[in-house]
């Protein structure tokens, strides 16, 4: 069965340091690989995807994610936490067997908590 | 680009009523919408998938003849949950696929439903 999982309910990191949000994978077929943020009472805002190319995916706000084949996982990263990052954090895969549909499995989500 | 709303943002209703929420992409054509129900610090739990002009394909699980879906056009996308009770109170997000070259789905802010 396809599906992901992002292992951590919560994240705490102080603001400047650096921090991960984990996303684990496992699909038939090449992933494609989606992180998604969600503030508060509020629709959920595309970050970065990975189809296919580089590993190493920049997306916006400063994040970056890692995909590893190896490990079937797909990081969530950023060198530089910052306070206004705190949210919702959700990776998803493309569902192979969704057809053109593009529908997406997502994962639990992760709170990330950014303390000044 | 790629921009979807809500409407409306927050309805609070009595019990036993119907309530219709709207989704549109308002800069491109949505050839495939996807409604999803978000309970308190969870996942999305996707409801249906509706593509224009054809019926919506649901999820198991969830009632048809509940959730109403018509997507009467390549940017307007209805749910109505039909003789609601508290039990449907929750958040229904609303996201939109087909710009072309991105198979990333773009989101609504959401409806807040409160059924009383």
């Known amino acids: 069965a396809q599906s992901v999982a992002q292992p951590e309910d919560q994240v705490n990191v102080a603001e400047g340091n650096p921090l991960t949000v984990k996303c684990t994978y496992s699909v038939s077929g090449n992933p494609y690989l989606f992180w998604y943020v969600q503030y508060p009472n509020r629709g959920l805002q595309f970050l970065l995807k990975y189809i296919t190319g580089d590993n190493l995916v920049k997306g916006s706000y400063g994040f970056e994610a890692e995909f590893n084949k190896s490990q079937t996982s797909f990081h969530l990263k950023k060198p530089s936490a910052l306070v206004s990052d705190s949210a919702l954090y959700f990776c998803?895969?493309?569902?192979?067997?969704?057809?053109?549909?593009?529908?997406?499995?997502f994962g639990t989500g992760t709170l990330l908590a950014v303390q000044p | 680009g790629a921009v979807v709303s809500q409407h409306p943002s927050r309805v609070i209703c009595k019990s036993g009523t119907s309530v219709k929420i709207e989704c549109r992409s308002l800069d491109f054509q949505a050839t495939t919408m996807f409604w999803y129900r978000q309970f308190p610090k969870k996942s999305l739990m996707l409801m249906a998938t509706s593509n224009e002009g054809s019926k919506a394909t649901y999820e198991q699980g969830v009632e048809k003849d509940k959730f109403l879906i018509n997507h009467a056009s390549l940017t307007l996308s209805t749910l109505t949950v039909t003789s609601a009770h508290p039990e449907d109170s929750s958040f229904y997000i609303c996201?939109?696929?087909?710009?072309?070259?991105?198979?990333?789905?773009?989101f609504g802010p959401g409806t807040r439903l409160t059924v009383l």
């Open positions: 996201s939109a696929n087909g710009l072309a070259g991105r198979n990333e789905q773009f």
């Open positions: 998803a895969v493309r569902d192979y067997y969704g057809g053109a549909t593009n529908k997406l499995i």
